[in-house]
Structure formats: C-alpha cells, structure tokens
T-cell receptor, first 112, second 112 residues
Framework: KQEVTQIPAALSVPEGENLVLNCSFT??????LQWFRQDPGKGLTSLLL?????REQTSGRLNASLDKSSGRSTLYIAASQPGDSATYLC???????????FGTGTRLTVIP | DAEITQSPRHKITETGRQVTLACHQT?????MFWYRQDLGHGLRLIHY???????NKGEVSDGYSVSRSNTEDLPLTLESAASSQTSVYFC???????????FGPGTRLTVL
C-alpha cells in the first residue's frame, strides 16, 4: 500500500525566508502528485499538480518538483509571507488506484 | 462561479442515529469523492462515484453509504453512527480521473 510521508510536521520561519517542504512516497508507480493548502477549518485548495512525466511545476512563488524514481517531491516557497501560514498536504494518484493517497501535512507558520 | 458546498458544516449526533451529510457541486463534474480527515492520518477515501448511479467503496467504507441520483449531489449516509466516526468529512469532485480534485469546506461531525 502506498505510504506518503511529510517531514517536518511543523515548521516556523521568519517572513521573507525561502523554504522547502518535503514529501516522500513508497511506491513510484504514480500518475501524478498534487500539493494542497489547507487553512484552519477550511477545505483543501489545490496549489500544483505534477504529472508523472514532469519534473516540476511553477505557480507564482511556488515551485514543486518531482523525482519519481526516488519517491520524493518538494514544494519550494520563495519569499515567504504571513499569508502563507497554513498546512500543506501532498497527495499521490497511484497507477491502478482510484483514490489519492495523502500525507499528514506540514503546518507552516510564517512569523512577521 | 462554480463551487462545491457541504452541509451542515457542523453536526453533533448520538451513537446509533442515522446521519446524512450533503455534498453539492456546480462544476458539472462526473467524478465525486468523500474523504475523512483524522489527526495522525492523511485524508482517507470513503466512497467515490464516476457518474450517475455509479458508486464504489474506498479505503474506509464500512458503516457508510452513498447514492448518486444526479450529477450535482453525492450524499454520504452513516447508517448507525459510532464514536469512531467522529471526524471531519470532505467532499471533492474532479473533471477527469487524473486531474485536479476540488474540495468542499468540510463537515465536522461529532458522535457522542
């Protein structure tokens, strides 16, 4: 069964710092990987989706990379802002499976 | 704008009662999903549907059922609520099976 791990579970950084969030998965047979943002008491907002054939995707200050062979993805946030404070979840769509497999998330706090 | 809504947002019920959580999307997506989110676990799939009259079991389907009578709605029913079903429930939809999933705001259910 696919296992998705996100380390660290929580991260605090000062405003303006660049940071990297990590996601690892055990089975490399995936269709795609998706990064979500979750604010307290709210639903999930999709940030980036990387197809298995892609190496990275960018949206504004966010850049997500995928190394399928090693089972890793990173989410890079440039010039962090207090508004980036949220929990970030990664999820993989595994080949032959119908659901997304989610990590437990990294709770990010950006300190003004 | 198209959206996905869930109701109620909060629900308290007693053990043994039947509970139905509503999910409504205006994206006109064929694919709809129900997940639950618990501390220490990533989101886990309960049931999913690929279209009208289609329903399928997910990873944690015991004690839950769904029905799909139209494109817009996928209600989730807890036949006889148990304390172990206290959780936050998220509904999601997607245009394609491999594409981005869009999530509702969630329903916090407490079973006493």
């Amino acid at each position: 069964k696919q296992e998705v791990t996100q380390i660290p579970a929580a991260l605090s950084v000062p405003e303006g710092e660049n940071l990297v969030l990590n996601c690892s998965f055990t089975d490399s047979a995936i269709y795609n990987l998706q990064w979500f943002r979750q604010d307290p008491g709210k639903g999930l907002t999709s940030l980036l989706l990387i197809q298995s054939s892609q190496r990275e995707q960018t949206s504004g200050r966010l850049n997500a990379s995928l190394d399928k062979s090693s089972g890793r993805s990173t989410l890079y946030i440039a010039a962090s802002q207090p508004g980036d404070s949220a929990t970030y979840l990664c999820a993989v769509k595994q080949t032959g499976a119908n659901n997304l497999f989610f990590g437990t998330g990294t709770r990010l706090t950006v300190i003004p | 704008d198209a959206e996905i809504t869930q109701s109620p947002r909060h629900k308290i019920t007693e053990t043994g009662r039947q509970v139905t959580l509503a999910c409504h999307q205006t994206w006109n997506h064929n694919n709809m999903f129900w997940y639950r989110q618990d501390l220490g676990h990533g989101l886990r799939l309960i049931h999913y549907s690929y279209g009208v009259h289609d329903t399928n079991k997910g990873e944690v389907s015991d004690g839950y059922s769904v029905s799909r009578s139209n494109t817009e709605d996928l209600p989730l029913t807890l036949e006889s609520a148990a304390s172990s079903q206290t959780s936050v429930y998220f509904c999601a939809s997607s245009e394609s099976l491999m594409g981005t999933q869009y999530f509702g705001p969630g329903t916090r259910l407490t079973v006493l």
